[in-house]
Every structure is written in structure tokens, then in C-alpha cells.
């Protein structure tokens, strides 16, 4: 079994962060994928699925909010999970995106133990 | 929030982020930032809602090279290009305002933080017009560097009328390092 991932995120510095992060947390990737806003995401999403997405909010051209709608509309990614990494942290904001189809979400500042904690039970 | 300085958030913020993803020390200085004819760097994100404002990150460029340079995990020798190092400090600026956020969403609930953006050039300075308030903290980057961290905020109509600026007045009053 595999394990693909998509870090969607419109700082170039996050995604390098968050690659680094992932390491440090012993969590081993076979193909990760970059996107800079929802749009670039979906886009090569609809050609190449991916198991989990990691997901910023705040973008721009398509937000995250946006973006777990758009997934969850695509056919070919049934079984993808989507975990939010985001600076926002108020309940009802969660709420609203796991509500929408969101399966996680990782608050920043993060740690490589909070992406172990996160991700790992949607490891393959 | 009551009990705790404004200035006392900023810095538990910061340190957070810098400990936590940048992996450098961080500390409250002695010395306020002063970059005297050095270029220098203002990263910044803007907030609305209960308070509107701005949180900024000012540094020399020569500062945020270093930052940038060990938040992408790069060696010391390796050149950081202009465009990572205003995408990290824009970062910087995001991370805090969203630690700081965290510490004081249960008193102002609705913050609503934009994307961060970055400029450069020498002796900086934001502004945010008239009613402004404005508290800054100078800090201590690895010991080798000075920058400041800082806030301009002011009360959003709906945030007085229900009884919000009276704590945001009683955390000022505890502030004696607010400008």
C-alpha cells in the first residue's frame, strides 16, 4: 500500500515547512505533490488523486473552504483525506469545515508530533 | 487577557512560532530596534473584526535572511533568494498573528485575519490612522539580532458597544511599554 499526498498551500516557505515537519514526524510519503492556491489543487487533482491533502485556508483564487467542496465533488477522490493546516483556530471555523467534508486539522504553529497524532490514522 | 499585558501575548506568541518552526531563541531585548540606514524588512497581516489592525515583524534584511534561511532547513552558506525571504517573513507575520489570535479569541471572538504581505526598504513605519493605538516589543533574535514585533489596533464599533473596549482599555492601563 501507498501513501501519495498534496500540500496545498500559497506560501512556498509553508510547503518546505510542512515537507520538513513531515519528516521529522517518521511519517514516510511515496509521492507528495505542491499546489499553490484551491485551483492549481483541483486541477491536478482531477487527473491525479491523492490519499491525503494537506490544506491551508486563507489562499488565493480558490481557498481551502472552497477546495474541500470542489473535492468532494470529484468522483476520483472518494477515498482522499483532507486535513486543513491553518493559523485559524476558532471552533466554529472547524466546525464549519469538517462539516463540509474536511477530515482533520492542524492548527500553526505545529509540531512533527501534532502531524504523527494527525495523519497517521489515514496511513495506509 | 485582563491579567496578561498586551505585550506579554505578542512575546509568548512569538516565541511560540520561533521555537516551534524556525527553531531559533527568542527573547524580549533590552534594546529597542533601531536599524538605522540598513534596509529592513516590515512583514505584516492585517485583522478585523472586534479590533481592527495590523501586526507586523520589522527586521534588517540581513536578519530575515538568517530567519528565512532556518525556516527552509537551508545551510548557512547557501544563498536565500529575495522572494523566500519575503515569503518567510509574511509567514512569520501569519504564524504570530494566528498564536496570537488563539491567546485572546475567548474575550474577542470575531478576528478575522487577512494574507500576510511583506515590503522593504529603510526606516519603515505603519499606520492605521486616526483612534490608533499601538503597542510594540523589541526582541532578541539568537542573541545576534534586533527586530520589533508589534501591534496597531483600534475597537471596531460593535466590540464597544458591547462592553469590549472597556477590557481592552484595562489591559492598556496594565501596559506601561504600550506607545
Known amino acids: 500500500m501507498s501513501n501519495s499526498l498534496m500540500i496545498v498551500d500559497d506560501s512556498a516557505t509553508m510547503r518546505k515547512i510542512i515537507m520538513r515537519t513531515i519528516r521529522m514526524s517518521g511519517l514516510e510519503m511515496d509521492s507528495t505533490e505542491e499546489a499553490g492556491n484551491g485551483k492549481e489543487a483541483l486541477e491536478k487533482l482531477s487527473s491525479s488523486p491523492v490519499d491525503i491533502i494537506l490544506c491551508d485556508i486563507n489562499m488565493p483564487e480558490m481557498n481551502g473552504m472552497e477546495l474541500v467542496k470542489k473535492v468532494r465533488e470529484l468522483s476520483n477522490c472518494n477515498d482522499t483525506k483532507i486535513i486543513m493546516v491553518s493559523t485559524e483556530s476558532s471552533q466554529e471555523l472547524i466546525d464549519e469545515l469538517m462539516a463540509g467534508g474536511a477530515n482533520g486539522y492542524i492548527t500553526k504553529p505545529f509540531t512533527p508530533e501534532k502531524f504523527q497524532d494527525k495523519l497517521s490514522p489515514f496511513m495506509n | ?179
Do not use: W
Open chain 2, 1 to 179: 487577557m485582563e491579567t496578561k499585558q498586551f505585550n506579554d501575548v505578542l512575546l509568548e506568541s512569538a516565541k511560540e512560532v520561533f521555537e516551534t518552526m524556525i527553531f531559533m531563541e527568542l527573547a524580549k531585548a533590552d534594546e529597542p530596534f533601531d536599524p538605522k540606514d540598513d534596509d529592513s524588512l516590515l512583514g505584516t497581516i492585517t485583522f478585523t473584526g472586534d479590533m481592527d489592525g495590523c501586526l507586523a515583524i520589522g527586521c534588517t534584511v540581513d536578519c530575515a535572511k538568517n530567519v528565512a534561511a532556518n525556516m527552509l532547513g537551508m545551510d548557512p552558506d547557501e544563498q536565500v533568494s529575495s522572494a523566500d525571504v519575503n515569503d518567510a517573513m509574511g509567514e512569520v507575520a501569519n504564524m504570530v498573528m494566528g498564536s496570537v489570535k488563539s491567546r485572546i479569541q475567548e474575550q474577542y471572538t470575531n478576528i478575522q485575519v487577512s494574507i500576510p504581505s511583506v515590503v522593504s526598504g529603510r526606516k519603515l513605519e505603519n499606520s492605521l490612522g486616526e483612534k490608533a493605538r499601538r503597542t510594540a516589543l523589541a526582541i532578541n533574535i539568537e542573541g545576534d539580532f534586533t527586530a520589533e514585533l508589534s501591534i496597531l489596533y483600534r475597537m471596531h464599533e460593535t466590540a464597544t458597544q458591547a462592553g469590549l473596549a472597556n477590557k481592552e482599555v484595562s489591559v492598556n492601563a496594565a501596559d506601561p511599554s504600550t506607545n
